[in-house]
């Protein structure tokens, strides 16, 4: 597609409930990277794919947390037992280029899931 | 770690005035600078970058130029307009993702 694409783009979530956030990255773009943007904060990052590989996985906050990219296309985010302080925006980027290449290239944004927890 | 540091806002403005947003990052490596814009509602579009010491990034009027000596990349535009009011993030480009700062809201009024 000619963007990047994230549903839902808003989710209400009872506190303990799973839930699953969908990035559609950018037609032939080799990496993909989930952040998580707390209100007023920058975006921080949670993890990397290169194609279906995912590299670094650093920045999940807890075991809670998985991502998943099993064709190194769409990707999945999974929140498991949703707690309060889960709730944000959860954006997704992709870009043409992989490793330091990926800076160079540039990445594109979606437009973000915003996840509420009661 | 890496991190990048910019000035808190809100900035208020008044139509036409000077713009100046000021970034610094951690000087490891040889990174990769932006500046992305976010819209209310809206995700993060990249305004500009640079990619090696002394490059000027731009576009629609804004600038940025990279500065190894001071380690920063402030934004600027001569005449702002009210269209420009938005929260403007600074990044780092590491070895393959980006640190972003807090982000920086701009309010420009007629």
């Known amino acids: 597609g000619a963007g990047v694409s994230q549903s839902p783009r808003y989710k209400v979530a009872k506190r303990g409930q799973d839930v699953a956030l969908r990035c559609d990255p950018i037609?032939?773009?080799?990496?993909l990277f989930w952040y998580q943007q707390a209100l007023g904060q920058g975006p921080e990052f949670l993890t990397y794919?290169?194609?279906?590989?995912?590299l670094d996985k650093s920045g999940l906050p807890s075991d809670r947390f998985f991502a998943e990219r099993p064709e190194g296309s769409v990707s999945t985010l999974k929140i498991q037992r949703t707690q309060q302080e889960d709730s944000a925006v959860y954006l997704c980027?992709?870009?043409?280029?992989w490793g330091p290449g990926a800076r160079n290239y540039g990445y594109t944004f979606g437009s973000g899931t915003r996840l509420t927890v009661v | 770690g890496n991190s990048v540091t910019q000035m808190e806002g809100p900035v208020t403005l008044s139509e036409e005035a000077f713009l100046t947003i000021n970034c610094t990052y951690t000087?490891?490596?040889?990174?990769?600078l932006f500046w992305y814009v976010q819209y209310p509602g809206e995700g993060l579009q990249l305004l500009l970058k640079?990619?090696?010491?002394?490059d000027k990034g731009s576009n629609k009027g804004f600038e940025a130029t990279y500065r190894k000596e001071t380690t920063s990349f402030h934004l600027e535009k001569g005449s702002v307009q009210v269209s420009d009011s938005a929260v403007y993030f600074c990044?780092?480009?590491?070895?393959?993702?980006?640190?972003f700062g807090k982000g920086t809201m701009l309010l420009v009024s007629p």
């Open positions: 640079a990619t090696k010491a002394d």
């Open positions: 000087a490891t490596g040889y990174p990769s």
């Open positions: 980027a992709s870009s043409l280029g």
């Open positions: 990044a780092r480009g590491g070895y393959s993702t980006l640190t």
């Open positions: 037609s032939g773009h080799v990496s």
């Open positions: 794919f290169q194609n279906e590989a995912q």
